[in-house]
């Protein structure tokens, strides 16, 4: 079954901490995307990658094939980067399957 | 350059009803997708459309539909709505389906079922 874990499911850290955020898959993907949504609702693209690192900003993401596993990590973390975040991967080029998301709060 | 627009922002309706939720993608996407998000669920896929074809369809019943249109608008319906059927529905758009594509998401419609 295709199936997408993240860890944690939620995460308090004070302002300036660097912050992982881990997602596991179960089989082989063409491609991996980590989202960040705000309340409210509107969901923002960070990364899209399928190997290797992309960076942004404060913002890496990592992604390991061999051991199925993506990182996405935070630099210098501030209150405003508090947000939901999703872990999304394609296996083969099916429909986008969601991990469960990381709720992450950043306190001043 | 306009983003994803996603129209009603807000929707109250009656079981039993039907609802209609629009959504425009970013000029030149051709590939529109929808999603449902609930607190018990997360997000799931309900739908892709490419060239007003669906493309593909998440495990959903038959009351949740979907078209896309020459200008690559798309379109969900949902008939004889129930209360489990209350979400925040979501659509993006990419320049064409598959995996190698990004997602421009918008920013919602938030139906509540009563």
């Known amino acids: 079954k295709n199936e997408v874990e993240q860890s944690p499911q939620n995460l308090t850290a004070q302002e300036g901490e660097f912050i992982t955020i881990n997602c596991s898959y179960s089989?082989?993907?063409?491609?991996l995307h980590w989202l960040q949504q705000h309340p409210g609702g509107g969901i923002v693209s960070l990364f899209m990658?399928?190997?290797g690192k992309k960076k942004h900003g404060r913002l890496i993401a990592t992604i390991n094939i061999q051991e199925k596993h993506s990182s996405l990590h935070i630099t210098a973390s501030h209150p405003r980067d508090s947000a939901v975040y999703i872990c999304?991967?394609?296996?083969?080029?099916?429909?986008?399957?969601f991990g469960t998301g990381t709720r992450l709060t950043i306190i001043p | 350059k306009a983003g994803v627009t996603q129209t009603p922002r807000y929707l109250i309706k009656t079981r039993g009803q039907q609802v209609t939720l629009s959504c425009s993608p970013i000029?030149?996407?051709?590939?529109v997708s929808w999603y449902q998000q609930t607190p018990g669920q997360g997000l799931q896929f309900l739908f892709e459309?490419?060239?007003?074809?669906?493309?593909n369809k998440g495990n959903f019943p038959g009351r949740f539909s979907g078209r896309q249109f020459s200008n690559s608008r798309s379109e969900m319906n949902v008939s004889t709505l129930e209360l489990g059927d209350s979400a925040l529905y979501l659509c993006?758009?990419?320049?064409?389906?598959?995996?190698?594509?990004?997602?421009?998401f918008g920013s919602g419609t938030r139906l509540t079922v009563v």
């Open positions: 993006a758009s990419s320049l064409e389906p598959g995996p190698m594509y990004g997602y421009t």
């Open positions: 990658l399928s190997s």
């Open positions: 000029s030149g996407h051709r590939s």
């Open positions: 999304a991967v394609h296996f083969g080029n099916e429909k986008l399957t």
């Open positions: 459309y490419f060239s007003e074809t669906q493309r």
């Open positions: 089989v082989g993907i063409s491609a």
